[in-house]
């Protein structure tokens, strides 16, 4: 079994997303079967993606998601999304990682503000945890997505508590001090916030540019996004090809992946779906819609064995 991965780069072109009409686009979306869309016209459905939160290990409302959008699909029992195409010899893998790097609630402190703890193995840089300070941030309790906003230390009174030139300490997740409008933990609790539920930064995808699409973990999601296009051209697959849309990849061993093959496999051959990026792990990073309408070609392509 061979394990590669798809082409990242294109020179195919395409009108400009205007932003005046984001949210628009985005009702409509919900409101037409996916069944209409085609590798030209994924932009509602990258933003659309780009816009849930999947922290590593509690993907189930993207996973909701793909499954309206994606008839006959399945959800296994570690939580991957799979939908089998063809049958018959080769037997073939084409799977696209859903969930990112993210927080969950810690504790709750007994005036109301939440303390967070990271989620997912990988970290990709020390000052990853930045991205959070003074950031407005969401928690997904029982009762709903709850706003809130990690507060920042007075630097009037913490300047000069460490040793004489010595650099303020670095922010980390310790520091972080989540604010959602409680006054005691018994308010935070009434607002359905409890203990492991997932934390993100307020997501708000935001395309410009010639067809550019900015938001946390950007790249992951239009990448998905164009395997579910790719699926929706009814490829003519050779033999057979399962599509998983896998959960728990940033755990080591990639524990969902490694379910899935276990299921369902062996397989001849494995592909991950995935798309360059800029500004990567940052709350900016930055996708080229141009290289996504690249990529479903590729999909269908690879699929089809030609």
């Given at each position: 079994?061979?394990?590669?991965?798809?082409?990242?780069?294109?020179?195919?072109?395409?009108?400009?997303?205007?932003?005046?009409?984001?949210?628009?686009?985005?009702?409509?979306?919900?409101?037409?079967?996916?069944?209409?869309?085609?590798?030209?016209?994924?932009?509602?459905?990258?933003?659309?993606?780009?816009?849930?939160?999947?922290?590593?290990?509690?993907?189930?409302?993207?996973?909701?998601?793909?499954?309206?959008?994606?008839?006959?699909?399945?959800?296994?029992?570690?939580?991957?999304?799979?939908?089998?195409?063809?049958?018959?010899?080769?037997?073939?893998?084409?799977?696209?990682?859903?969930?990112?790097?993210?927080?969950?609630?810690?504790?709750?402190?007994?005036?109301?503000?939440?303390?967070?703890?990271?989620?997912?193995?990988?970290?990709?840089?020390?000052?990853?945890?930045?991205?959070?300070?003074?950031?407005?941030?969401?928690?997904?309790?029982?009762?709903?997505?709850?706003?809130?906003?990690?507060?920042?230390?007075?630097?009037?009174?913490?300047?000069?508590?460490?040793?004489?030139?010595?650099?303020?300490?670095?922010?980390?997740?310790?520091?972080?001090?989540?604010?959602?409008?409680?006054?005691?933990?018994?308010?935070?609790?009434?607002?359905?916030?409890?203990?492991?539920?997932?934390?993100?930064?307020?997501?708000?995808?935001?395309?410009?540019?010639?067809?550019?699409?900015?938001?946390?973990?950007?790249?992951?999601?239009?990448?998905?996004?164009?395997?579910?296009?790719a699926v929706q051209t009814k490829p003519r697959t050779k033999?057979?090809?399962?599509?998983?849309?896998?959960?728990?990849?940033?755990?080591?061993?990639?524990?969902?992946?490694?379910?899935?093959?276990?299921?369902?496999?062996?397989?001849?051959?494995?592909?991950?779906?995935?798309?360059?990026?800029?500004?990567?792990?940052?709350?900016?990073?930055?996708?080229?819609?141009?290289?996504?309408?690249?990529?479903?070609?590729?999909l269908v392509t690879w699929m089809e064995g030609r």
């Open positions: 079994m061979g394990d590669s991965r798809v082409p990242q780069h294109s020179a195919v072109s395409g009108p400009r997303f205007s932003v005046g009409t984001t949210m628009g686009t985005i009702f409509f979306l919900l409101a037409v079967p996916l069944f209409r869309l085609s590798a030209q016209s994924l932009d509602p459905l990258a933003i659309r993606l780009a816009g849930m939160t999947a922290v590593t290990g509690l993907e189930q409302a993207m996973t909701d998601s793909l499954l309206a959008l994606l008839p006959g699909s399945t959800r296994d029992r570690a939580g991957n999304v799979t939908l089998t195409l063809g049958q018959g010899a080769p037997k073939r893998l084409l799977q696209c990682p859903v969930d990112e790097m993210g927080y969950v609630v810690g504790n709750i402190t007994a005036d109301g503000y939440v303390l967070l703890r990271r989620v997912g193995a990988r970290t990709t840089y020390p000052l990853f945890d930045q991205l959070l300070e003074g950031h407005r941030v969401t928690v997904f309790g029982t009762k709903g997505a709850v706003p809130g906003v990690v507060a920042v230390k007075s630097t009037h009174l913490t300047r000069g508590r460490v040793a004489s030139g010595a650099p303020d300490p670095v922010f980390t997740v310790d520091n972080a001090y989540l604010d959602v409008g409680a006054a005691s933990s018994a308010e935070a609790h009434a607002l359905g916030i409890d203990l492991l539920a997932p934390v993100s930064l307020a997501k708000r995808p935001l395309p410009y540019g010639d067809r550019l699409l900015a938001a946390p973990g950007s790249g992951r999601r239009a990448a998905c996004a164009g395997l579910v296009a033999g057979t090809v399962v599509v998983a849309f896998t959960v728990q990849s940033l755990y080591a061993g990639n524990s969902g992946l490694a379910s899935v093959k276990a299921l369902m496999g062996p397989f001849d051959e494995t592909k991950t779906a995935t798309l360059p990026t800029r500004y990567t792990d940052t709350a900016v990073e930055t996708v080229a819609l141009a290289d996504a309408d690249a990529l479903v070609k590729q």
